[in-house]
């Protein structure tokens, strides 16, 4: 009896065994079952906060849809641009300030420095005030090459075409050249010379001829040198640039001027000069009116000038129809619009000539048109 006893007693306790184990497994699915239960209630409430976000967007969006113009909107959009501009200009600014220190070093001028920043602009300084002009899209443009011209021993500026000489030397003279022997000028390839046939004076508004220029015009033509002439102008009315005109043609009738007859167009620095108060577009038609009368002559109209002249004194726009000297004293040329004929330096050497004469490249030989 005692032994069935103990081996009753064992029996029950493996049955407690196996309840604590179903228990124990019971409580585990029930954990784990809450986790996905909780798992799943997070997700929903995630969605529903995602759908919750995008409706305030898209009312968000309906509002500024309602609230903006498309002036506006575009408005923010250049707003958005010029920030990211500024943004990138502040990125590069280390290296344009290295470039600027470059250049210094190097010898470059504040001007020349400036120019080579603003690639699409003409850089002007005039007494100490700065200039930036956009390049124009109108004004018709020359297409002469940098790499075509040619510095000489000489220190004298040719321009070649397909390594073939395409440019014409010349000079211009003036009383301030005294006594010039004309035959020596021929004689150091000289092809063409514009001689000052006169002047108005600037205070007083008195045309007088140059006193050399009978004899610079006859030395010129009498040893195979075509001559243009140019007067240097200042006039203050249409009346007064058709006397210049009417007064040059005189002058040259009796010579066979085969070169443009040109108009010098230049500011005067002195207070009193009759023409410091006129207007851009005074100064303008007053030069048609010149040209009109040389062209109607059967004569070649040109205009001399310098920065200064053709960006501040004239409007250019007005003037495409005639041929543009251009003076500006460096070894390359800095002006973008069309110019038949370039004076590069005030200082240059010529055999007969004693003095510093302006030496001339001419793109084109105007006696052969």
């Given amino acids: 009896m005692r032994g069935k006893k ?3 007693k064992r029996k029950s306790r493996k049955q407690r065994r196996n309840e604590n184990g179903i228990l124990f497994g019971s409580i585990i699915l029930c954990i784990v079952t809450l986790c996905a239960v909780t798992i799943c209630l997070v997700m929903v409430f995630q969605y529903r906060a995602a759908q919750i976000e995008a409706a305030e967007m898209r009312d968000e969006i309906a509002r500024l849809q309602e609230n903006y113009t498309p002036e506006e909107v575009e408005t923010m959009i250049a707003g958005e ?20 220190k470059e250049l210094m070093l190097s010898g470059e001028g504040a001007v020349n420095m400036l120019r080579k920043f603003f690639p699409n602009e003409i850089v002007l300084v005039d007494n100490t005030q700065y200039y930036f002009f956009p390049i124009s899209d109108t004004l018709a443009k020359h297409s002469y090459l940098p790499e075509n011209f040619i510095l000489t021993e000489d220190e004298l500026i040719e321009y070649y075409d397909n390594g073939e000489l395409v440019s014409h030397k010349g000079i211009d003279v003036s009383r301030y050249q005294e006594k010039i022997d004309w035959q020596e000028v ?13 002047i108005r004076g600037y205070t007083e508004g008195e045309i007088k001829e140059d006193d050399t220029f009978e004899y610079n015009i006859n030395g010129a033509l009498d040893n195979g040198i075509e001559a243009g002439v140019y007067f240097f102008t200042q006039a203050i009315s249409v009346e007064e640039a058709e006397e210049e005109a009417q007064y040059v043609l005189d002058a040259i009738e009796p010579y ?8 010098d167009v230049e500011a005067v620095s002195s207070e009193n000069a009759r023409t ?4 851009k577009e005074e100064r303008t038609e007053y030069c048609i009116a010149f040209c009109e009368m040389i062209r109607q002559a059967g004569y070649t109209p040109m205009i001399y000038g310098n920065l200064k002249t053709f960006m501040l004194l004239l409007d250019m726009e007005q003037l495409e129809a005639y041929d543009k000297w251009f003076a500006y004293y460096d070894t390359e040329l800095y002006f973008p619009y069309n110019v038949r004929i370039w004076q590069y330096t005030d200082t240059g050497s010529i055999e007969g000539i004693d003095t510093d004469v302006d030496i001339n490249i001419s793109f084109g030989n105007f006696s052969g048109e």
């Fill in 256 to 263: 066979d001027v085969t070169y443009p007859v040109v108009l």
């Fill in 6 to 8: 103990v081996q009753m």
């Fill in 81 to 100: 641009k010029e920030n990211a501009a500024l943004q990138a200009s502040e990125e590069t600014e280390d290296a344009m300030l290295d470039r600027m």
């Fill in 186 to 198: 021929a004689e150091d390839d000289v092809e063409y010379a514009f001689i000052r046939l006169g």
């Fill in 276 to 279: 410091a108060e006129l207007t």
